[in-house]
């Protein structure tokens, strides 16, 4: 009998899926890759002859991870990043399914490229991946890509990836179209001329360092222009990562007025702020930059409230020889898809975000976002789900890191809450203490 087929029996688990409300000790039952059963009311049912059984107690079991901002090498950037090392990287962070951003060489912004992805995905990856179509072609801001053929293809989501389109004309038409093939315009809201050579958060402490700055209007100005636009055209919009308290706001109000409207926000900018850049730590140059603890507090809020839908990864991986630079000429982003939930599970242990909630924003909110249907553990659907000891502690060393690259801001960080196991469509692709390929 294959792995897949075989059934699953998962006993004294805690079971947490937002998907349906439910918070409670019980079993879950996987059949042929499916959820047959996932709640208190399969708890002590038995299990049937040959069934392979785990006694989980003290454990949790979550839907699988739905990252919505991975950005990976292939094609183009390898040495970076593979779909296949990513993809094991996500299996160890308990990441079952990423939207994987545009941003490769060349750049994928046509039905040609959509469909390499998907196929390559199929062939190599351990989780699934999604490929997310460019806004515009070569990502230069120009000229509108093929959003119908790629739509059709499966593709469901469009962005222009790290960069942002400054041309509002651009910008409505763009919208017009995704909004009529049903498309989410997602988008980095970043004006680089605001920006210019800032590196860092704009403030005191860049002069301290004396390091040119990024002021909160760079965010915000932008984010501001597209969600006026997206109440013209009537489009769903997302912003993909904000920052700072006004955005939080900015974004309360168009919620409130109406309009498919949500945003993501960085697992960085939940968890770190400027003061981590400390004596110029090149891991720590992102994008969006770290800002003030003010701006981390607000973007703790505005998730535990639901202002911000989802939280990401951001995923970025550079070489070594990317950040051995001076701060202001390293490369920008950081590895994420194993410290994601990690990271995320110190607001829990804080108080800060309730878990429930917490664990909605990296499951079933980012896949309603995204139109895929995961993030949950409703019988009858596919059996993508993680196991997880919540008060594990561990640190995050080297020696654990799955991704080809090593540019994380948490090296050597303290967590509590490990990742035990990762099932995919009902096949294990991550136990804890099983040493398999990364590259």
Not at 131 to 155: F, H, K, N, Y
Not at 412 to 430: E, I, P
Request: glycine share 8%.
């Amino acid at each position: 009998m294959s792995e897949t087929s075989r059934t699953l029996v998962i006993e004294n688990a805690r079971i947490l899926d937002p998907s349906r409300s439910v918070d409670e000790i019980g079993t879950v039952i996987v059949e042929d890759g499916l959820i047959a059963a996932a709640g208190a009311n399969a708890l002590n049912q038995g299990a049937p002859e040959g069934a392979e059984r785990i006694d989980a107690s003290g454990l949790a079991v979550l839907p699988g991870l739905v990252d919505a901002q991975v950005f990976i090498g292939e094609p183009g950037g390898e040495h970076r990043e593979t779909i296949r090392s990513a993809s094991r990287a996500a299996a160890a962070g308990g990441v079952t399914s990423l939207l994987m951003m545009p941003d490769t060489n060349p750049v994928i912004d046509s039905l040609a490229l959509a469909e390499f992805v998907m196929r390559t995905a199929r062939e190599t990856a351990v989780v699934n991946v999604h490929p997310a179509g460019a806004l515009t072609r070569g990502l230069a801001s120009e000229e509108m890509t093929e959003i119908g053929l790629m739509s059709e293809a499966g593709v469901t989501v469009f962005t222009n990836g790290r960069n942002t389109i400054s041309n509002p004309a651009l910008i409505r038409r763009i919208m017009t179209y995704a909004r009529d093939y049903g498309a989410l315009f997602m988008h980095e809201t970043q004006d680089a001329r605001l920006t210019g050579s800032g590196v860092m958060n704009e403030g005191l402490f860049a002069s301290w360092l004396g390091l040119s700055g990024i002021p909160r209007e760079a965010e915000i100005i932008p984010l501001e222009r597209d969600l006026r636009l997206a109440a013209l055209t009537g489009c769903r919009y997302h912003a993909s990562k904000v920052s700072v308290a006004t955005s939080a706001e900015v974004i309360r109000s168009a919620k409130a007025r109406g309009g498919a409207i949500s945003a993501g926000v960085s697992i960085n900018n939940l968890s770190l702020n400027e003061n981590d850049v400390g004596e110029y730590r090149t891991f720590f140059r992102l994008s969006p930059p770290l800002r003030s603890e003010d701006d981390r507090r607000a973007m703790v809020e505005a998730l535990a409230d639901g202002t911000l839908d989802v939280v990401v990864s951001a995923h970025d991986p550079q070489d070594v020889d990317g950040k051995r630079h001076p701060f202001s000429e390293a490369e920008v982003g950081a590895i994420g898809l194993e410290t994601l939930l990690p990271a995320a599970l110190r607001l829990h242990h804080s108080g800060d975000v309730p878990l429930p909630r917490l664990i909605e924003a990296m499951t079933s909110a980012p896949a309603r976002l995204l139109q895929i249907d995961r993030g949950t553990l409703r019988p009858g659907k596919t059996a993508d789900l993680v196991l997880v000891d919540l008060d594990a502690p561990f640190v995050f060393s080297e020696k654990r890191i799955h991704s080809r690259s090593k540019n994380t801001p948490f090296e050597n960080a303290r967590f509590q809450g490990k990742v035990m196991r990762t099932l995919v469509s009902g096949r294990t692709v991550y136990a804890e203490g099983e040493q398999g390929e990364s590259a």
